[in-house]
């Protein structure tokens, strides 16, 4: 199975601030590579697919960039309601796996 | 903009079977999609269970491989999951959700909490 590490497991931010999270697979992924956000009690909200493509809805202030093992997914001016866990999940083979998760607090 | 409903039961007992089903509403289940279940255990990470197409071609964690089936209906819009020979570890809300393994959009029900105990 392919490995997703995700660093940092957790990160403390200010409101305004940019953030970046990584993402890195344990081999080559092209961009089979999804970003998801996760507030708790709640379902996981899609924010990136293709490792930098845009989900319809998301706002503009996330990004996601990176190929092969490599991956960031960045948030250029946190917003109140941005506090919440970050999963990547590669989609290159099956099994798809997932990273720990990275929770991004105030 | 197509929706993902989870439903079943919500307390099961240990050795039994789980029974899930995830109705599709604003898009077709015949459509060119692949159809997944994820789960969560409470406090923990996103584990991937498995995925279907509308033709019944599924692909299966091998982790949970000789206990799962996805099963496709299309005359109802939905497919559904079976989890056999439960324990306690897999007391988790279960989600479906869409496009999971392709590099399009991607859609997600609100999950289920099942949990496994006498």
């Known amino acids: 199975d392919i490995q997703m590490t995700q660093s940092p497991s957790s990160l403390s931010a200010s409101v305004g601030d940019r953030v970046t999270i990584t993402c890195r697979a344990s081999?080559?992924?092209?961009?089979?590579l999804n970003w998801f956000q996760q507030i708790p009690g709640r379902a996981p909200k899609s924010l990136i697919y293709?490792?930098?493509s845009l989900q319809s809805g998301v706002p503009s202030r996330f990004s996601g960039s990176g190929s092969g093992t490599d991956f960031t997914l960045t948030i250029s001016s946190l917003q109140p309601e941005d506090f919440a866990t970050y999963y990547c999940?590669?989609?290159?083979?099956?099994?798809?796996?997932f990273g720990q998760g990275t929770k991004l607090e105030i | 903009q197509v929706q993902l409903q989870e439903s079943g039961p919500g307390l099961v007992k240990p050795s039994g079977t789980l029974s899930l089903t995830c109705a599709v509403s604003?898009?077709?289940?015949?459509?060119?999609?692949?159809w997944n279940w994820v789960r969560q255990p409470p406090g923990k990470g996103l584990e991937w269970i498995g995925e279907?197409?509308?033709?019944?071609?599924?692909n299966y964690n091998p982790s949970l491989k000789s206990r799962v089936t996805i099963s496709v209906d299309k005359s109802k819009n939905q497919f559904s999951l079976k989890l056999s020979s439960l324990t306690a570890a897999d007391t988790a809300v279960y989600y479906c959700?869409?496009?999971?393994?392709?590099?399009?959009?991607?859609?997600w029900g609100q999950g289920t909490l099942v949990t496994v105990s006498s």
């Open positions: 959700a869409r496009d999971l393994g392709s590099r399009q959009e991607n859609y």
């Open positions: 604003g898009g077709s289940i015949s459509s060119n999609n692949w």
């Open positions: 279907i197409y509308h033709s019944g071609s599924t």
């Open positions: 081999q080559s992924i092209s961009n089979y």
């Open positions: 293709a490792a930098s």
């Open positions: 999940q590669h989609s290159h083979t099956t099994p798809y796996t």
